[in-house]
């Protein structure tokens, strides 16, 4: 059989996000270690990396 859809046409259909995913680490101090906590966050904008806390 012949192929229906073609790879460009399968993107086109696709709506993009205007999400963006960022992976945050915070560092935490118990005893005379360090731990990091990691986490994904969804932001609007990758401006507002900053505010994270």
């Known amino acids: 059989m012949a ?3 073609s790879f460009g ?3 086109k ?3 993009k996000s205007s999400v963006v ?3 945050f680490i915070k560092t935490v101090k118990s005893g005379n ?3 990091f906590h990691e986490k994904f966050v969804k932001l609007d904008d ?3 990396v900053t505010t994270l806390k």
């Open 3 to 5: 192929k229906q859809q």
């Open 9 to 11: 046409d399968k993107a």
């Open 13 to 15: 259909g696709k709506v």
């Open 21 to 23: 995913n960022v992976k």
């Open 33 to 35: 270690s360090y731990k």
């Open 46 to 48: 990758i401006s507002k």
